[in-house]
């Protein structure tokens, strides 16, 4: 299979069109890609990835219809009293990444149960990006650091980050077709390989994700230097 990512992060895109595709409503997309979700965390583990985080609500997403963003809100709740009983068991350590303030009680004390009932476990660190954007996270540590007059530098910065407790992720996939990043990972995706996928959320399988993980495993990450400086023994001496 080649070198697995350690972190894989994904923007979880298409689940509006799967349902109208099927003349069905918004929200059962998102039903559909919660099942999808599943069992993408659940290969991720297999696989021996350690880090997967997903962006499942953007700080724009609230500019939708006040039903579809009730729906998701109400869809986070179920979901995870559903699924973080079988989560826990399988070693996954949930959290949860974005600001919180603007979350009902209701959906906040689910977050704060999920990620207490999973604290302990290390086989896979599963980061849920909801309501987070990529700007907010860099303003946010930012003015973190202001608030101590710490100097701003790129260390600093990086160590108030939402997404501090993690490496930055190796491996950016978007499905649904579209090819932009919308507000993720805009500071922890600067060296990351991107990976785009036609494919649906909902319709993204095991199959799917080996896919992204095998064309990973051809990439040659440079980080700046040369191409000699990194290849591999073989590709050197070539
Ligand atoms: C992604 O699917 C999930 C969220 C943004 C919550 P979309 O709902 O954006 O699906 P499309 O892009 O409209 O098909
Ligand atoms: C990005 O998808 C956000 C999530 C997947 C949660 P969007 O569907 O909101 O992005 P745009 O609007 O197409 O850029
Ligand atoms: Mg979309």
Redesign the pocket.
Do not use: I
């Given at each position: 299979m080649g070198t697995i990512p350690h972190h894989i992060a994904i923007v979880?895109?298409?689940?509006?069109?799967?349902a109208?595709r099927r003349f069905l409503p918004?929200v059962a997309?998102?039903k559909k890609?919660v099942d999808a979700l599943r069992a993408c965390v659940r290969h991720c583990g297999e696989r021996g990835v350690k880090v997967l985080t997903v962006?499942?609500?953007?700080s724009e997403?609230w500019n939708?219809p006040p039903e579809?963003v009730s729906g998701?809100m109400e869809l986070l709740a179920v979901a995870l009293a559903r699924e973080v009983p079988a989560l826990k068991a399988e070693g996954v350590r949930i959290q949860f990444v974005g600001d919180r303030s603007a979350l009902s009680e209701k959906v906040r004390a689910g977050l704060a149960q999920a990620e207490t009932a999973t604290a302990a476990n290390t086989r896979l660190q599963f980061n849920i990006c909801f309501n987070y954007g990529g700007r907010w996270d860099i303003a946010q540590a930012a003015a973190k650091l202001a608030a101590r007059g710490e100097p701003i530098t790129e260390k600093a910065l990086d160590g108030e980050m939402a997404l501090a407790h993690v490496p930055d992720p190796d491996l950016l996939i978007r499905t649904?077709g579209?090819k932009r990043i919308s507000n993720f990972l805009l500071w922890q995706a600067a060296y990351s390989e991107l990976f785009f996928s036609d494919k649906?959320?909902p319709e993204f399988d095991a199959a799917a994700l080996d896919e992204a993980i095998a064309d990973f495993g051809q990439r040659e990450r440079r980080f700046g230097k040369t191409s000699q400086q990194v290849g591999s023994p073989a590709k050197k001496a070539a």
């Open positions: 979880m895109d298409g689940n509006g069109r799967w109208t918004r997309g998102h890609g962006f499942a609500f953007s997403n939708r579809e998701l649904g579209e649906l959320w």
